[in-house]
């Protein structure tokens, strides 16, 4: 398949080309960036919401009746639900199986599961283009959805205009832990499964940690109760989602936004190229094998010859 | 502070000097590097030992259980807990806090978290250093805590001689596919809290799972029960991790371990000098800014830049 089809095939809405166009994204096929470098002026139109929170805080169900809700309004949807996937078990879980029941026979509803093996870029990387490709095939609103953990899934969620953060009542240290980390970048938190006991007390320990944030803004994080099951409280967070992206579009944030995104992402795709172009010089290279066996056994260590080989690397690429 | 006098302070069991270079490891100050450049030939002595698993399967107690085992068999322990981390709390949140209190007392004992926060080089690398720092230092046995989410925190196990991953009866979608991420990277598999239900189910799923891996391996992860309150299957652990230890040295794995270990790290550190080289020239300059400026309203795209970008910077390298 050319570039020019798959182009091609992607501004026409082919479905089949869109999924062609993520799966050379994730395979990190050199077509797959031609492709996006041509489609990027036909990007910039979606609202990308990011979902994210601890395990077991019901993103998933929440994605899925948001999506409902959108659709009702007439919106056309993407999802990407970035899973911890493994070799060992075949890839990605979760996302697709569960969502595709409700919304499978919709043809306005993109789902795609995205794991985190072997992208050389990282899996932001990946997820960041493919949230473009599905931004040019013309949906109007893409969710992506991931677990609430560590570095690499807030880079994921980075990408979002809007982050809704769910929470869960109680729990342990490893939750009170990746919460804190979360909870910074939340534009709007949703206590889910609000027929549940302690919301309440929930709903009040979310606020007061927002009364100790001295940062200064104009967007306070409203904090909503939903229940996914019954579905109460999705329209008024779907009214909240809308409202915050006016506030942004009204504020400059919007701008603001897109151009600190275009910083990273430029930052991101020139670390990549570079170490492309790195593991290409270096691939059989028998001073370099030579070298990682007397790294290991303690002959010379690795920052005295990673100094080197850089400089070398430099002066080979300059001829 | 100069280099010799970090490197002569760590040398010679000064918990101070340990203590202010890990500091500069998280602060990626240029004397770090130097430190562990001229530390490294020290290094390669301590067994390390990797523990992770999902958010409240009792990762924390576990280590602190194997801890005062391994102080009962004149064993000297450091300890690296990550954790998910954040500026509007202040960063890294339990570990040290809650395994202080039971061996805050034993000079024998090192016990640091390190967080998730604006690493170039990323928490791997960061964690990766310190580990070094630590068996320069001394310490007979490094225990490296993670939460089992996410890519970064795979990387980071990825140093581990031995990887323990603990796992809980039961519990969601998300939990479960955490748990699909982290199965194929275990050396030994815990079952803690042993006096819960469901225990003998969760064995046999385990091994179950074990069962349909395909990969020939002569080291089939065992599956141990512990109860980190009553302290039950403890020495029985330390026991395991022991023999696994000696299969990794008699099979020549350990070996093994160390070259491949050596590669990653070799080119870890390049990416991590090209990127800061990188950045350091593109600072304050005025093109660069404008071409984010254009990436963000659509004139021009990211790909393309970043490839015209690179092949200036390789050229102005070269002069």
Redesign the interface.
Known sequence: MSVADLVEGVLSHNRRYLARLISMIEDEDGRA??A???L??H??KAHIIGVTG???SG??SLVTKLTAEFRKRSKTIGIICV???????GGA??GDR?RMQEHSLDDEVYVRSMG?RGHLG??SRATSDAVRAIDAFGKDVIFVET?G??????EVIDIAHTVIVTDVPG????????K?????IADIFVVNKSDLPGIEKKVAEINA?LDI?SRERVWRPPVLLTNSRSGEGIPELLDTILAHYEYLKESGDL?KK??Q???E???D???????Q???LK?RDKPEYEE???Q??K?EI???????Q??AE???S???
């Open positions: 960036l031609e996006l470098s041509l990027y002026k990007t910039g601890p395990p077991g993103k998933s899973d911890p996937s493994s070799p060992f078990t879980l979760l569960i985190t990282g899996l677990v953990t560590g570095q690499s899934e807030v729990s342990g240290d490893d939750i009170q832990a990746i804190a980390g979360i909870m910074e940690m944030d701008q897109g151009l995104r275009s910083r992402e430029l930052q795709l020139m670390k990549y190229k570079l170490t172009e790195l593991s270096l070298a990682i066996r790294i290991a303690r260590d690795p920052y005295t010859v990673a100094e080989l850089i690397f430099l002066f690429m300059s001829r």
